[in-house]
């Protein structure tokens, strides 16, 4: 029963995160905005969560379930590479170079925001215990 309960979870909270990206999809393609709509179906996610709408526990299962399956998404490309060797052959390394800088470019910009965010954290932790030390010191008074 537990089993059928998570599945279930996983199953809405993936259609949650799927409703986003379609409204982001139609929002993209209505008014032609040159950002592709998982972009913006990101930012939409990040600003209902920050707006506290939606909590990052109501989509944990579905979000961890997606990352998990995340190389089923790759295998269109897989096949593609299969399905035209010449491609390949002709334009391999500048393909590769493009993977290359693109990868280093997101783990530099998540290393950043990671590092950014973990600060903004640490500080806003220590004003919490300040604002606690000092409230603990009042009632004693």
Request: contains cysteine.
């Amino acid at each position: 029963m537990l089993r059928l309960r998570v599945v279930l979870l996983t199953c809405i909270q993936v259609t949650i995160l799927s409703l986003i990206w379609m409204a982001a999809n139609v929002f993209v393609q209505r008014l032609h905005v040159p950002v592709p709509s998982n972009l913006v179906g990101l930012c939409l996610l990040l600003i209902l969560v920050f707006t506290r709408i939606i909590r990052p526990n109501w989509l944990r299962l579905g979000a961890s379930w997606l990352l998990a399956e995340m190389l089923l998404f790759f295998v269109p490309a897989a096949i593609s590479v299969i399905k035209y060797p010449q491609l390949i052959r002709q334009f391999g390394l500048q393909i590769m170079a493009v993977i290359f800088l693109s990868t280093l470019c997101v783990i530099i910009s998540t290393a950043w925001t990671v590092d950014k965010m973990h600060r903004i954290e640490v500080r806003l932790a220590r004003r919490r215990d300040h604002k606690l030390i000092l409230s603990n010191r009042s009632n004693r008074s």
